[in-house]
């Protein structure tokens, strides 16, 4: 019997768990219509625990991945969701119980499953390079999916060439090139320093895997990538094993560490990383990178200290959303200077979630798309992670800091949003986004013009059910899609 799931902000209300497997056949559009150049698939990653947690006190972020697939085509959408079926998910079935303790700590596991491989929920991202479909987090390998299907193939390797135990859920891709890049922290084993930096070509082989040791364990969520060099951030929120050995948490905010920045050549080799020191921040999403002559920059959004409220208790801070230092800032770094560490400037207020077309990555650009909290557009609902779901979606000029804001009002909050590009010349493209609406705890698509999002909805498309809040999404163009 499977009991109910615990009465806390992650597992009730619009974060209540889903556990839906489902086809559904052309949506409704209840506003507009879907313009006829759309043609491709919308691939989302939400944590969905099949059970309820041995855990009382287990986070959002360890629920099992759930893939859903919207394909949108001659104005109509098609909706699918599968489960990864990782071999945690498939132990767990075999029992029809929980048998994976507190987050992201394996000593904390039932004993019949204590140590072994496969931990990892793959939940936070799907990415898609090379005709093929991975569900990635960063605690783990990828398992590789159907793009067509969403049946699980089985967990990823690269063809044997991989020797990182972890990848993460935050690849960079060069859209001009086709080349993929990625890393993994913690890559030779649980709270080890091992840091590994990848390249796959644009047939999908990995072709570099290069290893260096990092200042700390900490946590890389993401990480940046210009048309030059790579960027490697370590924040202070940091593991310890013999903390996870004793049963405890495997992240807490460590007051004696600084931030560090590592800046390579991104064709170079580990050897050449140099390292940047300032104070203590921490960014989960970075919107873009570029290079400018001699200097290096990385736009984001800041935080004084970790975001996530399970994080915060188990550092023995007072929960609270942002802080003094919050806000979506550029850091320059100066690679022909000799000081070590970088100039902040502000660009516009707090948010996350942000995102850039596809042909301004890696580059400098002007417009780039986030998501904030504003409470004129109705009070603080928790949708979430962090609790406070975000009801407003900004297009920002990084250039001018003009912003065209868009929120579906009060009682709603929004999902993280895709960009699609036009297949029309000197059209900006869509924004495309789960909208979560509270009173009825039901679910809708909005898609926007993305160069005026306030001007509301092109269309507005019904989903069936509640969808709970995905981590992230990718957009994949119809002929990209293998047969």
């Known amino acids: 019997m499977t009991t109910p799931f615990p009465d806390t902000m992650d597992f009730q209300g619009f974060n209540a768990p889903s556990r839906i497997e489902a086809d559904v056949y052309d949506l409704v559009v209840l506003e507009g219509a879907i313009p006829e150049e759309i043609k491709g698939r919308w691939y989302r990653a939400t944590p969905d625990p099949q059970y309820p947690p041995s855990y009382y006190e287990d986070t959002y972020l360890s629920g099992d991945g759930m893939i859903s697939m919207l394909t949108i085509a001659d104005g109509h959408v098609d909706f699918k969701s ?37 931990r990892s929920a ?18 783990g390998r990828p398992n590789q999916l159907d793009p067509n299907t ?74 940046a990538v210009t048309k030059n060099h790579v960027v490697f951030p370590f924040f202070p929120v940091t593991a310890d094993l013999e903390v996870l050995k004793a049963g405890g948490p495997h992240w807490r905010w460590n007051f004696d560490e600084e931030t560090v920045i590592g800046i390579m050549p991104r064709d170079g080799t580990v050897d050449q990383i140099r390292w940047f020191r300032g104070a203590p921040a921490i960014s989960f999403h970075f919107m873009n990178a570029f290079d400018e002559g001699d200097t290096v920059n990385i736009d984001f ?72 909290f504003d409470p004129a557009n109705g009070p603080p609902q928790v949708a979430g992670p962090v609790g406070v779901g975000f009801n407003t979606l900004h297009r920002l000029n990084t250039r001018t800091g003009e912003r065209r804001s868009y929120s579906p009002g009060p009682g709603t909050t929004l999902q993280e949003h895709i960009h699609i590009a036009s297949r029309t010349e000197g059209h900006e493209g869509y924004l495309l986004f789960m909208v979560d609406i509270h009173p009825t705890l039901s679910s809708e698509a909005h898609l926007l013009d993305a160069e005026h999002p306030e001007r509301g909805p092109i269309a507005r498309i019904q989903l069936p059910f509640r969808q709970r809040n995905q981590v992230h999404g990718s957009w994949v163009r119809e002929e990209d899609i293998p047969a």
Do not use: C
Request: charged share 25%; no cysteine.
């Open 150 to 223: 969403l049946a699980t193939l089985g967990e990823y390797d690269f063809g044997g060439k991989l020797r990182s135990e972890t990848v993460t859920a935050h690849v960079r891709i060069d859209h001009d090139t086709g080349y993929m890049y990625l890393f993994g922290y913690e890559a030779g084993g649980l709270a080890t320093r091992d840091f590994a930096y990848m390249v796959v070509d644009p047939e999908g082989n990995l072709v570099s895997e290069q290893w260096f040791e990092a200042p700390y364990v900490g946590m890389v969520h993401d990480f």
């Open 122 to 139: 793959s939940n936070t991202t799907p990415v898609f390079h090379a005709g093929k479909l991975l569900a990635t987090k960063e605690d």
């Open 301 to 372: 959004g800041l935080s004084e200290m970790v975001a996530f409220p399970f994080m915060q208790r188990d550092s023995g801070l007072e929960p609270k959303l942002g802080g003094n230092r919050s806000g979506v800032v550029r850091w320059t770094f100066d690679l022909a200077g000799q000081d070590n560490t970088w100039r902040e400037t502000q660009l516009a207020p707090p948010g996350d979630f942000p995102r850039v077309a596809d042909r301004d990555h890696m580059k400098p650009y002007e417009i780039s798309y986030y998501q904030g």
């Open 82 to 118: 599968r489960y990864v079926m990782t071999e945690r998910l498939k132990r767990e079935r075999a029992v029809r119980r929980s048998l994976h303790g507190r987050y992201r700590n394996p000593y904390t596991d039932d004993e019949s499953v204590r140590l072994l491989p496969g």
